[in-house]
């Protein structure tokens, strides 16, 4: 595996990473301070869109229905058709953590609330209810195989067919899961002490092996792999063709912060 080391902009941390319309869009920001959007057309030359404004730092992106889609901290949502032009469409005061698309956009917040939405424009709020008691905040979702999942802390698993009905699945850990993906088939969720679950339909859960005990912090699918970060700031990442089969990599970066790193398929 070959990675190369893309610098952005300083000192602003990059929380989300979509594609659509011809271009990549990464979003970020500095703390609880102001938020930041980065676009590129071939994920090696970057150009910074800075949104100015307190308590705006982004946590993610996604692209569907022709529109970008931007959530982040107090309930922030900005949607744009173009990834230049952006609209405000902020729906409430809580921090929305992560989003996916589907037949609809799928926002996560803490407190158990979910947000669903087929424009970007106009959101309705789902709220949830733990069997294990408590509120639950969801750190990612994904959307595949017709059902949305929503994964977060104590180990806690949702998921939905056509995002308006929500049923709490078994996932085997108490351990937070920090973000999960579809590809290959399957869904694959990540978190603490090295946990990583598949499910092929988002209900069914299965432990695997990863051969770490570190947490594990974020993972996508492309070009027939499974990417996931590991010991945040280290630059070790694990990846795998099955979701099941794990192999640790150690990309020789100090810290992945204020960086976009650029798989190189030719020598994957």
Do not use: C
Not at 51 to 68: E, H, I
């Amino acid at each position: 595996n070959t990675w190369i080391e893309r610098h952005s902009i300083e000192n602003y941390s990059l929380n989300g990473i979509t594609y659509g319309n011809n271009k990549f869009l990464a979003v970020g920001g500095t703390g609880h301070s102001s938020g930041v959007i980065l676009t590129s057309s071939d994920g090696i030359t970057w150009t910074p869109q800075y949104r100015s404004g307190s308590n705006d730092s982004y946590r993610a992106v996604a692209y569907g229905n022709n529109t970008f889609v931007i959530v982040g901290r107090n309930g922030k949502i900005l949607k744009s058709s173009d990834g230049s032009n952006w609209t405000d469409v902020s729906i409430s005061s809580r921090d929305l953590l992560d989003i996916t698309y589907g037949n609809m956009f799928v926002a996560v917040s803490e407190l158990s609330k979910l947000y669903t939405s087929t424009d970007g424009s106009t959101w309705t709020t789902v709220s949830l209810s733990s069997g294990g008691g408590g509120d639950v905040n969801f750190y990612g979702s994904a959307f595949g195989n017709n059902a949305f999942v929503a994964v977060g802390s104590s180990g806690k698993i949702f998921s939905s067919i056509g995002g308006s009905t929500w049923t709490e699945r078994t996932s085997g850990t108490t351990r937070t899961l920090n973000d999960i993906t579809y590809g290959n088939s399957i869904f694959v969720a990540v978190g603490g002490e090295g946990k990583i679950l598949t499910s092929s339909d988002g209900s069914s859960w299965t432990e695997r092996t990863s051969g770490s005990s570190s947490t594990l912090g974020s993972v996508t699918y492309g070009d027939g792999k499974f990417i996931v970060t590991k010991d945040m700031g280290s630059g070790s990442i694990l990846s795998s063709s099955d979701g099941i089969n794990w192999t640790s990599h150690d990309v020789s970066l100090s810290s992945v912060d204020d960086l976009i790193y650029v798989f190189d398929t030719s020598t994957a």
